[in-house]
């Protein structure tokens, strides 16, 4: 039993990252129907940001605001260079940018950074707690609270503010917005933005635990988007259910089967979600008049 709960903390605490990631990606996808494989670089600008800021001084919690607010500036500059300039271009087309922008930041944080695995200190010591026989830490208290508050301000802002129900309004129809005054450009920038921000918190939270370096984003990306998948793209709900879920199988899998099969999981995920329910677990089929 013991053994039974130790896997199922793990499986929560690295499930609830890839929530956000995954949230990410639902929220770009929702206002302008692109899938942005740079969102895994959020994270790591996040995590490596506030490790640089705090080796040189700044206080922590400063330096974790400013490193927020850097991931933010990218995201508002991905949308302005690199998206929008490409309105009108194919799927494909766009899924290209973001790959080639994930690249370039992958590139730039190993110039400006470095190549070496970096922590943060754990905000309440590393002494583990024991529930059940199985030992937690404090941290992945803190992951999981902190991925908890972000869902629900999330929620809050979406569906209880004027700004939030612009958004709803972007990505149900663009054309029908524009003409009741909503300016699609600016939500769409915005989405960025707050994706940007959620992914760099992400970083921010789970640093002491995985340790974070340049090039950590690429299968952060990848596993958000296999929980977006499986829970649904485009529904946020099936975001938070496809990340914690794919967490567990990724926990259990390790700790039943190998740990050399943890990273197949998301893969493997992906072929199912796309061969058996291409809608995910809370999407629903579309359907066309004819």
Do not use: C
């Amino acid at each position: 039993m013991a053994e039974f709960l130790q896997f199922l903390f793990s499986g929560l605490t690295v499930g609830a990252v890839y929530a956000l990631v995954a949230l990410g990606f639902t929220l770009i996808y929702n206002a302008s129907g692109i899938i942005n494989f740079a969102q895994g670089e959020f994270v790591m600008l996040g995590g490596m940001t506030t490790v640089f800021l705090a080796l040189v001084g700044v206080p922590l919690p400063l330096a974790a605001v400013v490193a927020v607010l850097a991931a933010v500036a990218v995201g508002l500059l991905l949308h302005r260079f690199a998206i929008e300039p490409a309105r009108g271009a194919d799927t494909v087309s766009l899924i290209m940018i973001t790959i080639g922008a994930s690249i370039f930041l992958r590139g730039a944080a190993q110039v400006v950074f470095d190549k070496r695995f970096h922590s943060l200190p754990h905000l309440f010591g590393t002494d583990p707690l024991r529930i059940g026989g199985a030992a937690i830490l404090p941290q992945s208290l803190v992951v999981l609270a902190g991925a908890t508050v972000i869902v629900v301000l999330l929620w809050i802002f979406i569906d209880r503010t004027l700004f939030g129900k612009a958004v709803i309004a972007t990505a149900a129809n663009r054309l029908a917005a524009r003409l009741v005054g909503i300016n699609t450009g600016h939500m769409i920038g915005f989405s960025f933005a707050i994706s940007a921000a959620i992914g760099a918190l992400a970083g921010i939270l789970v640093t002491p635990i995985t340790l974070t370096s340049y090039d950590v984003g690429t299968l952060l990306a990848l596993k958000g988007f296999a929980a977006a998948m499986l829970g649904g793209m485009g529904y946020a709900l099936g975001a938070v259910v496809g990340g914690l879920l794919l967490g567990l199988l990724e926990a259990f899998s390790a700790g039943y089967l190998s740990s050399k099969y943890k990273d197949v999981v998301a893969f493997l995920v992906i072929l199912a979600v796309f061969f058996v329910m291409p809608q995910g677990l809370l999407g629903r089929a579309k359907v066309e008049r004819v």
